[in-house]
């Protein structure tokens, strides 16, 4: 991978990587379950792979409904002996002590988390790790003061949390599913993603290292069949699920009926708009961050753009160029700006969008760099001229594809952004504070960014709309998922 970074045209950068030396991987990785690993009890185990260059990093075990069982038993012995017992500022005391290990081993983390998904170093040293440090020291934060957060009513944890989770953020996801459960008093058996489980074990090593109680957070790797385990374990208080809007719709129907609490963050298909008084260069800037941000594996990806027609040209024109400055390669190499797509299957799904687009006659454009013989690559592609009807505009992704669509007037604009199942996040680009204000209050959507994009903070809520789900996480709200009330 010495030279994958050279094939910049404008910038002939010498590599940079960031060195793994000393980063600890094992070659294989237990379940953790009750403050210790445990081997799983089918004795299965599957490789976890660098998409970069498809080498094998590691063996995961495979969870079955035995050793989800098991898991979910240790959670609910530790809720009901210990974490239901002691006081509210020993809680924080411990997340206090996991936020500040997060901070002490950020590096390691952030190599392994570009090692496993495919990342750039940049954001996950930059982005991933600290705001994953970030989430645990705001809900230490909360521990005592919950009945601040929710005055003059009674507030009570709700048990055992089951927690599923992606392979776009692996560790920030598991922060943002673990610090609330645990601030509001709850114990968690978390399922991280098959692809990218490797920085929740290191997370577990940590939280051993911090002393927490045996059992209050658990930790089973595996695929599809064990967060199923885990949503239909009868035992289990509330689940919660970021991930596809196919298998967020499956786990709604299997829990209708029970008393089992749901928060689901699905997918998008954001629109970023920009308006003819926008500052240009800014905005362009927001466009390539919304959009190539983490290869597109982002569910808030600004993957529509929406460009008023008077400077439609200019924007098309300095888009271009700044996407041919971009460069991708090694993502551990500290310029690459663009890494590795996640998966096989995943580039399989986002080249499948490519070839549908230029079948409907789009016109694409594609950054015309070398990409790396082995691993999993795809350009960043922009389609222009696309219209509402086309396949690319509707449907997620999750790639760094952008679709490209002109409109004259304000309303028009808030119709088309707002014709789409899903509402999780927008962006708007524009001088004026009131358009800002009139956009953002019509935008049929959880976030809208004005002025900047790919923004997260532990303080404010984030979630969606319609097919994008329901809930939110940060925040007081996202505590709010985490509570029973009683006034
Ligand atoms: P997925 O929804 O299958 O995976 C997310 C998590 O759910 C993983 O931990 C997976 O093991 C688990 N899972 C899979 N089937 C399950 C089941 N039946 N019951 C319980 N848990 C289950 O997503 P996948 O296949 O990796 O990606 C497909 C598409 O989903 C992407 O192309 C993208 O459009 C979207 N996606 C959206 C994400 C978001 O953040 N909103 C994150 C990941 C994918
Ligand atoms: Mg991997």
Redesign the pocket.
Known sequence: MAKANTNNKEWNLAPAPESADHVQVKEKYDLFIGGKFRAPSGKKYFPTINPANEEVIAHIAEANERDVDMAVKAARKAYREVWSKISAAERGKYLFRIARLIQERAREFAIIESMDGGKAIRESRDVDIPLAAAHFFYHAGWTDKLQYAFPHQKVEPLGVAGQ??????PLL?AAWKIAPALAAGNTVVL?????TSLTALKLAELIQDAGLPNGVVNIVT??????????EHPDVDKIA????????K??QR?LAGTRKKLTL????KAANIILEDATIDQAVEGIINGIFFNQG????AGSRLFVQESIASEVDRRLKHRMNSLILGDPLDKNTDIGAI??K??LA??ESYIAKAKKEGLEMFQVDCAVPRKGFWCRPTLFSDVAQSSVIAR?????PVLAIQTFRTIDEVIDKANNTPYG?SAGVWTDKGSRIFNLTSRLRAGVVWANTYNKFDPTSPFGGYKE??FGREGGVHGLRAYVKLDA
């Not at 599923?164 to 953020?169: A, H």
């Not at 449907?395 to 790639?399: C, D, R, V």
Request: proline share 5%.
């Open positions: 599923i989770i992606p392979w776009n953020f996801m399922k991280p993603a098959e692809t595996g695929a599809g069949p064990t967060g199923r385990a885990l949503v699920f970021t991930g596809s809007t196919d298998v967020g499956m786990i299997s963050e699905l997918g998008g594996h982002v569910c808030c996640n998966s299957g995943q799904t986002i449907e997620e992704i999750f790639g999780l994008s789900g």
